[in-house]
């Protein structure tokens, strides 16, 4: 039998892989069996990133029963525990980054390029969400305007940020979720 | 009964920009809707009232008019497969979903899929690289959900997945590339690590943990969270504009070194498909990734790339049963393959040589 690789020389290596339960067989020259192997290994070696998740969420959660015995963080909506969680790595319904948020945080840091969303916002959010941009933007502003000491432009900006500020609390109480 | 037949997807065409490297552009928007546990912790009710509520405000909108609804317990196992090997469908929504449900456009650019990890799956599928042509048509389509339902988001964390991984846009982009120059002369394993360090993975043809066949390998974005859709989309977009620079190099040092070796290669590789009788998909996938490179070389004329891709797919072991109507075992795979392969061949040569 030819190699199936190269198809020029003779096949002297049988290989069986099982990739997550589907089996694929392969008849290789020597070659080609070494480059395949070396291009294999490669690729495998690329970190998976839900399995590094899973395992960084199980040590959020071994951390979190030594300081707390016996009380584990739940999600009232759905009842999904810590423990579960970090065992299936997902989330259980729309409540769920709220009561996780403590041990979810660190890991977003770590996978994601931030911890807040800046993309799409839909409709029904968006008149809020660019006051709530606009608010950190006005609060950065802030800072820099502090450092500078320029104590009177700095001023009349926190009295823009707390009108703001009531304002969107206002919005959140009249509107429920929103 | 059987509910699909063997057609080629709007990705399979093979038009569109840099399709001598670049495959196919995808992206993915992944959504739920408020109120409902993800699908993971739903029960059997709970997913049958997320198919109900999703039925419901897309039956009304004129938007999805030539999307036909299927749901995965229609479909036989060959059928979904033949699915999962066009890229239309998730494994997880294959095999594992309760209550999964597909809704896919006349032309198959524009898929939805239902109760997968998440309850909604928006996707797109183009050819050659279209990867903001292929947001703005998911977007089109999230957008038309969205004034019927009650997603689930939050001012911080943007789209709620069940993944936290996809939190924020909820956005997956990728590219499907042949790169049989970088791959044989192993600067591919130079890329690997650079690609992760700007964010993104590199995966065979069906995903995660999947090997390189055919030389065609993944690319896509690992980060969801802190950056919009267009930047990210810009930021895969750049990348790969550098990759195929690459390997557009590396396949002109091939040229200019060993045209006659290539030449023979890909002729040698027509010659097999046409006339072999027993073939494995990889060696199949091996012949096909010959063929292109000579085609998009300059050295065979005779074949194109919608040819090539329809080969690509209709040789998995899904497709090939789904032509050939009945269940078929390995050896008989081997057998059928070569089979279809001299009759889609033929069939266009023949329709070439009339033109």
């Given amino acids: 039998m030819l190699c199936q690789e190269c198809r020029r020389n003779e096949a002297n290596i049988h290989i069986v892989k099982n990739v997550n339960g589907r089996q694929s067989e392969l008849n290789l020259c020597e070659d080609c069996a070494r480059k395949k192997e070396e291009l294999d290994f490669s690729i495998e070696s690329q970190f998976s990133l839900h399995k590094l998740f899973t395992s960084m969420l199980n040590q959020a959660a071994a951390g979190s029963r030594k300081t707390k015995p016996g009380s584990d963080t739940k999600c009232s909506s759905c009842n999904l525990t810590l423990a579960q969680f970090s065992q299936i790595g997902r989330l259980g319904c729309s409540d769920c980054v709220n009561a996780f948020e403590e041990k979810l945080k660190p890991l977003l840091r770590r996978i994601h390029t931030g911890c807040t969303h800046t993309g799409k916002v839909p409709a029904r959010f968006r008149n809020r969400v660019n006051k709530l941009r606009e608010l950190d933007q006005l609060k950065e ?10 104590f009177e432009e700095a001023a009349l900006l926190r009295d823009r940020i707390r009108a703001m500020e009531k304002e969107i609390h206002l919005d959140k109480s009249n509107k429920g979720d929103l | 009964m059987k509910q699909i037949e063997f057609s080629l997807s709007r990705w ?3 038009s569109g920009p840099e399709t001598e490297i670049v495959i196919s552009s995808r ?28 039925g419901v405000a897309s039956s009304e909108k004129p938007d999805f008019s030539d999307f036909i609804y299927t749901p995965m317990n229609d479909l036989s196992a060959i059928e979904k497969q033949a699915l999962v090997e066009k890229h239309l469908i998730s494994p997880f929504l294959a095999e594992e979903s309760k209550n999964g449900a597909l809704m896919l456009r006349g032309d198959e650019a524009v898929g939805i899929m239902i109760n997968e990890e998440d309850h909604l799956r928006i996707q797109t599928i183009l050819p050659g690289l279209q990867l903001e042509e292929a947001w703005q048509e998911t977007g089109r389509y999230d957008d038309v959900l969205e004034s019927e339902l009650d997603y689930a988001f939050d001012d911080r964390y943007g789209y709620l ?12 982009v990728s590219v499907m590339l042949h790169l049989p120059a970088l791959i044989m002369t192993r600067q591919i394993n130079r890329f690997l690590g650079a690609l992760s360090q700007v964010g993104l993975t590199i995966r065979g043809l069906y995903g995660e943990g999947t090997e390189i ?15 919009t859709e267009e930047e990210i989309i810009s ?11 690459q390997e557009q190099n590396a396949r002109q040092a091939m040229l200019d070194k060993k045209r006659a070796e290539l030449a023979d290669q890909a002729w040698r590789a027509l010659g097999l498909l046409r006339h072999a009788r027993v073939m494995s998909s990889q060696e199949a996938m091996h012949l096909i990734s010959d063929l292109r490179l000579g085609y998009d070389l300059g050295l065979v004329k005779e074949v194109d790339h919608k040819l090539l891709n329809e080969l690509l797919v209709l040789i998995r072991p899904g497709c090939l049963q789904l032509l050939a109507g009945r269940e078929l075992n390995d050896r008989e795979r081997n057998l059928e393959r070569p089979v279809r392969i001299k009759e889609t061949l033929d069939r266009y040569l023949e329709h070439n040589d009339a033109d």
């Fill in chain 2, 235 to 245: 930021n895969l977009q750049s990348v790969i504009q550098q990759v195929i620079e």
């Fill in chain 2, 12 to 14: 399979m065409e093979g």
């Fill in chain 2, 213 to 227: 066949i055919g030389n065609l390998v993944q690319v896509s974005n690992q980060a969801t969270l802190g950056q």
């Fill in chain 1, 141 to 150: 502003e802030l800072g820099n305007q502090v450092q500078n000491e320029k």
């Fill in chain 2, 161 to 172: 997945t069940a993944c936290p991984t996809n939190l924020g846009t909820g956005l997956r």
């Fill in chain 2, 27 to 54: 992206v993915r928007a992944a959504r739920n809707i408020r109120g409902h546990s993800f699908p993971c912790l739903a029960s059997e009710e709970g997913t049958k009232a997320v198919l109900e509520i999703i």
